[in-house]
């Protein structure tokens, strides 16, 4: 697929890409001043016919909500022959003891079993994160171990 990249001097930079089947363009406009704003219109049409302005926080909220599956869907993917192994998405909810916390604190290779492969924060994925890594809620996990152990992981992201 791809992508088009078009400077906007004095406002910022504007990338697009056309959907399946050309029916339509979406991309986004990453402003100077750090706001975006989600376009789409139609082949043939320069100005976008939708428009969603976004604050940098719901960025990247969206952007969790659209790489998290595809990077879970690959772990399980690569994971599918290996019996009892399973990739699973694990929050940091905002009441968790471990907010604010390093990873190390967990002790979750220790008292699970699991490996944390990745933690994907913002529009960013942290991949093979250290035990010097802080949590912050809102921080999704991406934890590799045995149903049971996946399971221990997240009480333990939640109840300590």
Request: hydrophobic share 45%; no cysteine.
């Amino acid at each position: 697929m791809n992508v088009e990249v078009t400077p906007l001097p004095g406002v910022g930079v504007r990338k697009e890409f056309r959907l399946r089947g050309a029916r339509r363009w979406i991309g986004v406009i990453e402003r100077a001043d750090g706001t975006i704003e989600l376009i789409m219109g139609r082949p043939g049409d320069s100005e976008a016919a939708d428009r969603i302005s976004l604050s940098g926080a719901e960025a990247a909220v969206l952007a969790n909500l659209l790489g998290a599956p595809q990077l879970v869907a690959r772990l399980r993917e690569e994971h599918g022959t290996l019996g009892g192994v399973v990739t699973r998405q694990v929050p940091v909810p905002a009441a968790s003891p471990y907010d604010g916390r390093v990873l190390g604190d967990t002790r979750m290779r220790t008292r699970t079993m699991t490996s944390i492969v990745a933690v994907m924060r913002a529009e960013q994925v942290i991949a093979s994160p250290g035990p010097d890594l802080t949590l912050i809620a809102g921080d999704v996990l991406v934890v590799v171990g045995t149903g049971d152990g996946v399971a221990a992981a997240a009480a333990i992201l939640m109840d300590g």
